[in-house]
C-alpha cells in the first residue's frame, strides 16, 4: 500500500498521545492506519462514547462547581448532556451502558468526591488561540484545556524541516498539598493493581506535565489517574433480585468503583520521556521514507486488550487490504484533541 503525504499544516507536523505516541508503542502498523490513512472502525463503540458522555459531566462539574458539592441543578444540567450524547450515539438494547446506569455511576461518583481536596488552577489571563477565538478567560478554571507545543524539528538532508508539535488536552490541573498536578479522568473496565503498574509508566500523562511546564514554566509535581470503573453492574446493583444478594454490599461495589492514585514526575523524567517520543518520532520518518511500517508480528498487540480494529485487515492478503480498508467498516477519523468535542 503507497503511503499518502504526512499530514502537514502549514508545513508542520501535529502529534497526539492517543493517535501518534499510544499506536507507535503498540504497532507500526496500527500508526499507519490511524495516523496516516486516518481510518478507525465505522460504528463507535459504545465503551468510548459512555466514556466521552462521563468525561463532559465530570467536564461540567469541576468547570460550574470547582471542588464543591454539586447542588441538584447538576444532574438536570447534565441529564441534557447525557440525552444529547445518547440520541446521537443511541445504546444497543442488550449493553449495559444506558444513559441511566451513567447517570449512577456519576452521582455514586460525586458522593464519594463530595468535597475535593485540591484547588482548581484558574487562568491567571485571558488565553487565545491565535486567531481571535478565546480558550479560557481571567479567572476561568483550567478544565480541558487544549495545548500546542513545540517539540523538536525533524531535519533530513535536502529537504524542507519539519517542526514536530506536541498537541493534547488536559483534563484539569489540580493543587494539593502545595503542589501542582495533572488529573486525567479515566472510564476502565478493572481498578487494581496492574491498572496503576501501568499507569505509572503512561507516556500520556508525563508528557501532560511536560506540556504544562513547558506552557506556565511552573514546575508540575506530578499526576493524578481518576479512574472510575466502568463494568456491567451485577444484578443486585441493578436492584433486581440475585440468590447471593443478601451476602452483597452494593456500598463495598460501590467503594471499589473509584479510585485515585498519584505520581510524582521529576525533571529527568520528563526530560526522558521528551527524548522517548523524540527517537520514536525519527523512527517513524525513517520508516516513512522507505516506504512502510512493520506490522506487531508476535501477535500480542493484535488481541493484547481484546482484538485490534485492524485485525480483519492485517489477516487479509496483502493485496485485500486496501478494499477493506476503504469498506464501510471504517470511517475517516476526524478527531483532534483541539477540536470542540
Ligand atoms: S492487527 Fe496487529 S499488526 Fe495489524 S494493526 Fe493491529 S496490532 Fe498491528
Known amino acids: 500500500m503507497n503511503l499518502p503525504p504526512l499530514p ?9 498521545n492517543s493517535l501518534w505516541v499510544e499506536s507507535i508503542d503498540s504497532c507500526w502498523r496500527l500508526l499507519q492506519y490511524r495516523a496516516l490513512f486516518r481510518r478507525i472502525p465505522a460504528g463507535e463503540s459504545m465503551a468510548l462514547s459512555f466514556g466521552g458522555c ?151 500523562l508525563k508528557g501532560y506535565v511536560w506540556a504544562f511546564s513547558m506552557l506556565t514554566g511552573k514546575l508540575v509535581d506530578g499526576y493524578i489517574i481518576n479512574a472510575i470503573r466502568s463494568k456491567e453492574p451485577p444484578l443486585y446493583i441493578q436492584g433486581k433480585s440475585d440468590s447471593r444478594s443478601a451476602k452483597q454490599d452494593p456500598a463495598k461495589w460501590w467503594g471499589e468503583s473509584f479510585a485515585r492514585e498519584k505520581f510524582y514526575c521529576t525533571p529527568n523524567m520528563l526530560d526522558e520521556w521528551k527524548n522517548n517520543v523524540i527517537d520514536k518520532m525519527e523512527m517513524f520518518f525513517w520508516n516513512y521514507a522507505r516506504g512502510r511500517f512493520p506490522m506487531a508480528t508476535a501477535g500480542l498487540s493484535c488481541v493484547a486488550w481484546g482484538r485490534c480494529p485492524f485485525y480483519d485487515v492485517c489477516s487479509l492478503d496483502l493485496d485485500d487490504r486496501p478494499a477493506m480498508l476503504s469498506s464501510g467498516m471504517f470511517t475517516t477519523n476526524e478527531w483532534s484533541p483541539l477540536n470542540k468535542e
Open 8 to 16: 502537514l499544516q502549514n508545513g508542520s507536523l501535529f502529534i497526539d
Open 54 to 204: 462521563g468525561h463532559a459531566c465530570l467536564e461540567h462539574r469541576y468547570r460550574k462547581y470547582q471542588n464543591a458539592i454539586v447542588p441538584d441543578e447538576y444532574y438536570q444540567e447534565i441529564s441534557e448532556i447525557i440525552t444529547k450524547q445518547y440520541e446521537a450515539h443511541p445504546c444497543p438494547i442488550e449493553d449495559w451502558r444506558t444513559s441511566n446506569w451513567l447517570m449512577q455511576v456519576l452521582k455514586n461518583y460525586n458522593q464519594r468526591y463530595e468535597l475535593e481536596d485540591f484547588e482548581l488552577l484558574k487562568a491567571k489571563e485571558t488565553v487565545s488561540d491565535g486567531q481571535g477565538k478565546v480558550i479560557f478567560k481571567e479567572g476561568d478554571v483550567l478544565v480541558e484545556m487544549p495545548f500546542v507545543i513545540p517539540l523538536y524539528v525533524h531535519e533530513t538532508l535536502g529537504e524542507a524541516s519539519i517542526p514536530v508539535f506536541y498537541i493534547g488536552k488536559i483534563d484539569l490541573v489540580v493543587k494539593q498539598d502545595n503542589m501542582l498536578f495533572v488529573m486525567d479522568h479515566k472510564f476502565i473496565s478493572q481498578l487494581g493493581q496492574s491498572f496503576f503498574l501501568r499507569a505509572k509508566m503512561l507516556s500520556q
